[in-house]
């Protein structure tokens, strides 16, 4: 328990110290951008890349198919049930696809790979990546056809994820057998300890320059907030208890099940035409609910998931 406390109190001061900067001296749009890019196409690549071929087991091979196609599952239950709130919540049809969207996509990758990588060690930010393949395959599919208004024009970007071709080039390396030597580990692992804090450092950031906009309704974003942080956790963690799979694995899908709206759920709302200010809520929002929640299912694996 203590370590866990650790564990979060350096995520969130971290998070923090990105979120109060970006609102008291805010980084320029572009700054934000670039320090983005330099994150998902050379940092986290490269650790992943180092992470992959080195810690790399048959467990980790079995289960890649398993974390894929569950992060699959998981983003479209996360749309039927966005589907089933619109009523009850109240969402209006010029919000309904954005709704649905911010449900289905999480922040799985800066949030939830730096949160998996800390709490489970290499093993477990290898898992959170191919969970967040495959959701990431939903929300560039589904998500972009529904945002589209049931048209999907580009499949690219899906194939472009420098952070799968780290995870496969580590795999491919390590199913050679081929050694890490030692000069090379070295700069590799002071790489992992740089990127994982300005990872969250700049989603911090990210999120403290979303500004929620007042005409954007309470009941909505509170059914939004629920469905992703209460209801779905809730399902996935049951469902693994029902099967009684409690490997790591199983510990990193309830964790990324657990994570608030994407940061880029605005900016593709926005570029496809659907309310973009309702999703920067749904981010904002969300994310803040997400420091209570996460903690207490992190406490809930300690107590029920472990292996």
Not at 5 to 28: D, E, K, N, Y
Not at 260 to 276: E, L, N, Q, Y
Request: with cysteine; charged share 10%; glycine share 10%.
């Amino acid at each position: 328990m203590p370590e866990l406390l650790s564990t979060f109190s350096t995520v969130f001061f971290v998070f923090g110290l990105g979120f109060a900067v970006q609102r008291i001296r805010p980084l320029g749009e572009q700054t934000l951008t670039q320090l983005s890019a330099l994150l998902v196409k050379v940092l986290l690549p490269s650790y992943l890349f180092f992470t992959t071929a080195t810690g790399t087991t048959l467990e980790t091979l079995s289960a890649s198919p398993v974390l894929i196609g569950v992060g699959v599952g998981i983003s479209l239950l996360n749309y039927l049930l966005a589907t089933i709130a619109l009523k009850p919540f109240g969402v209006a049809e010029a919000q309904r696809s954005a709704f649905r969207f911010s449900a289905m996509l999480a922040n799985t990758g800066f949030l939830g790979l730096t949160v998996c990588g800390t709490l489970f060690g290499p093993p477990g930010l290898v898992y959170a990546v191919l969970y967040d393949f495959g959701s990431t395959l939903v929300a560039l599919t589904l998500g972009v056809w529904e945002l589209n208004g049931g048209r999907l024009d580009d499949w690219r970007p899906l194939f472009a994820n420098p952070l799968i071709w780290g995870v496969l080039a580590g795999l491919f390396w390590a199913v050679m057998g081929w050694p890490f030597p030692g000069w090379l580990a070295a700069p590799f692992e002071e790489l992992g300890n740089t990127t994982l804090p300005l990872a969250l450092l700049v989603c911090g950031a990210q999120v403290g320059s979303i500004r929620s906009q007042e005409s954007t309704g309470l009941r909505q974003i509170t059914g939004l907030t629920l469905t992703r942080l209460v209801v779905v956790p809730l399902i996935v963690g049951l469902s693994l208890v029902a099967i009684g799979w409690r490997v790591t694995a199983a510990q990193v899908i309830i964790v990324q099940a657990a994570m608030p709206a994407g940061i880029v759920t605005s900016i593709m709302a926005k570029t496809h035409g659907a309310d973009a200010e309702f999703a920067a809520s749904a981010t904002l929002w969300s994310t803040l609910a997400s420091m209570v929640t996460l903690p207490l299912v992190a406490f809930l694996l300690v107590s029920q998931f472990s292996p």
